[in-house]
C-alpha cells in the first residue's frame, strides 16, 4: 500500500515543486518505486524533469474529471523507479469544472485508488491555493510535507493550512497527517534564516523536519536541464539534503 | 485619475508583494498620493507594512461583497502618501461566493471607482493564480506589472498569463494594458540569472522594465519589522532599486 504525499502550501515559491521532484528522485534512488503526481496546472514538476507539455495529449485532468485511467497516462521519470502522471494547462479549468461535481473533492482518491498497489510512494505536487486540486490532494494522501521558505512571511499561512487539514481530516479524510514541517533555502549567512528555524521548532517541535534545505544556486539549475538535483549535480549540497530528506520520510514511515 | 496598477502573477514567489509594498512606498516618497490595496487573502501586503490583522474588522472583503465604502475600510501606511485598502482571511471566501453573483469579475471596480480622484496611483496586490480575485484586479486596473524571478519557471507561466489578460481586456475591460514585465531576485553571481534576462529581453523586448531589481535579504528582512525598504534600510541595493523602478513607473505615465 503506497504512502502517499501531498506537497502543500498555499504560499507561493516556498519549494513545493522542487521538493516534490528531488524527494521523489531521491527514494528512487534509494530503490523505492516513485509515481510523482503533478497537480499544478502551472505544471512545473512536469516541465521540471523534462517533460514536454506540447507532447501531452491525457494529463491528471483527464483521470480526475474524465475517469481516464491513469496507467494510460503515466509516463516514465527522469531516473529508474520513478514514473510521473503529468499536468497541462487544461487542469487549469478542472478547478471551476468540479465545482459543481458529485464527490467533487475525491476524485484524485478514486483515480489513484488502482494504483497503490504499483508503488511504495506517491508524491504529490500541488499549487500555491487552497482550492480544489489541493483539497483533492489532500483527500487523496495519506500525509502532508509542507515546505516552509526560511523567511519572515513563512509562519503567516501556516495556522491557516493546518486549518484546512483538520477540515480534510474531519469530512473526508480521516487518515490524513501532517507528516513534517520542512525549512527551504535556509541561507547560513542571514540572521533570518537562523531566527524563522528557531520560531518553527519552537512553535513546531515534533513536526519539523530534521533535514533544512539549504540555499543552492544548483537546486534552481537543474530544472532547466530536466534533471533533478541527484543526476545534475550528485555531490551538491541540494543533493545531499535531498537524499537525506529521502532518508528521513522512508525511515518515519518504517516507524509507523 | 488615477492610474490602477494589477502586480499579476500565477507562479508564486516571485515578488508580487514585496513589489506592491516597495513601488507603493517609494511613489509616496516622490510625494505621489498611493493606495496599496491588497486582494490576496494570505494578507501580506498588509502584515508586511505592519497591519496587524487581528486589529482589523473590516476589509477588502466588505467592499467587493459587501457593498461598504472602502473610505470606511482604509489605513493609514507606513509612509507620508500612502494608504491601504487592507485584507484577512475573509478574503479566501470572496473566491467562491463571487462565483455565481452578477457582475463578479467587476466587483473590486466598481468598489474603487469612487476613490479614483482620492489617489494619484493605485496599486493591487494579487495572489498566486488566476481566479476571481486575480480577474476582479485585472478588471479594476489601467495597467498591470508582472514580477518574474530571474529563475528558470518564470517563462512558463507567461504565456497562459498574457492570455487571460487578452480576454479581461476583450470582454471586461477594453483599457487594459501590459505596462511592463519586472525582474526580480536578481542575482549577479549566477549565470541562471544573466541568462533568463536575456531571454526575457528577447522575448519582450518592449515590455522589459529598464529597472532589474537585485536578490538583497534586507528586503526580505524589512516585513519583519512591517517596514518598506526606503524606510528599513533607505541606503540599500534594495531600496535604490525600488526608487529607480518608481521613477520609471511615474515617467512612462507622463509620456502618455
Ligand atoms: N533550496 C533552494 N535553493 C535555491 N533555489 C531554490 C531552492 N528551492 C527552490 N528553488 C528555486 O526557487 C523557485 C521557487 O521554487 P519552487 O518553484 O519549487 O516553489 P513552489 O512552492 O513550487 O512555487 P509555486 O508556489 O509557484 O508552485 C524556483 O525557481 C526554484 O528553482
Ligand atoms: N529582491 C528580493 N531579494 C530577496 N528576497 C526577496 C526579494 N523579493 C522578495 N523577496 C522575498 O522572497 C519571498 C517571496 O516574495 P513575495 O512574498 O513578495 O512574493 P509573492 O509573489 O508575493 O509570493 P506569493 O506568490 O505567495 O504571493 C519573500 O520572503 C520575500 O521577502
Ligand atoms: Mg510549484
Ligand atoms: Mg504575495
Keep these: 500500500m503506497a504512502r502517499i504525499i501531498a506537497i502543500t502550501n498555499q504560499k507561493g515559491g516556498v519549494g513545493k515543486t522542487t521538493t516534490a521532484i528531488n524527494l521523489s528522485a531521491c527514494m528512487a534512488t534509494l530503490g523505492r518505486k516513485v509515481l510523482m503526481v503533478d497537480m ?3 505544471g512545473n514538476a512536469t516541465s521540471g ?8 495529449s491525457e494529463c491528471v485532468y483527464d ?9 494510460r497516462v503515466i509516463r516514465p521519470g527522469p531516473i529508474e523507479g520513478m514514473e510521473v502522471l503529468p499536468s497541462t494547462l487544461d487542469l487549469a479549468a478542472a478547478e471551476i469544472e468540479l465545482a459543481s461535481e458529485i464527490s467533487r473533492e475525491t ?3 478514486a483515480g489513484l485508488e488502482p494504483l497503490r498497489e504499483d508503488y511504495e510512494y506517491i508524491v504529490i505536487d ?3 491555493a487552497l482550492g480544489l486540486l489541493t483539497i483533492n490532494s489532500l483527500a487523496a494522501a495519506s500525509e502532508t510535507l509542507i515546505p516552509i521558505q526560511s523567511e519572515y512571511y513563512a509562519l503567516e499561512g501556516l495556522v491557516y493550512l493546518f486549518g484546512t487539514v483538520q477540515r480534510v481530516k474531519r469530512h473526508v479524510n480521516s487518515g490524513l497527517k501532517i507528516s513534517g514541517v520542512l525549512l527551504t533555502m535556509f541561507d547560513v549567512r542571514t540572521n533570518l ?5 528557531k520560531e518553527v521548532r519552537r512553535e513546531y517541535p515534533r513536526l519539523t523536519m530534521r533535514t533544512v534545505i539549504p540555499r543552492a544556486v544548483r537546486l534552481s539549475e537543474a ?3 530536466g534533471k533533478p538535483i541527484i543526476l545534475y549535480e550528485p555531490s551538491s549540497k541540494g543533493a545531499l539534503a535531498y537524499m537525506e530528506l529521502a532518508k528521513e520520510v522512508v525511515q518515519s514511515g518504517e516507524e509507523g
Excluded at 524533469?49 to 501531452?56: F, K, L, M, S, T
Excluded at 534564516?193 to 528555524?197: A, I
Design 223 to 225: 530544472p532547466a536541464y
Design 40 to 42: 499544478d496546472p502551472q
Design 126 to 128: 500541488c499549487p500555491p
Design 63 to 71: 483521470v480526475i474529471i474524465g475517469g481516464f485511467d491513469p496507467r
Design 193 to 197: 534564516s537562523k531566527d524563522v528555524e
Design 107 to 109: 476524485r484524485l482518491r
Design 49 to 56: 524533469v523534462g517533460i514536454e507539455r506540447a507532447d501531452i
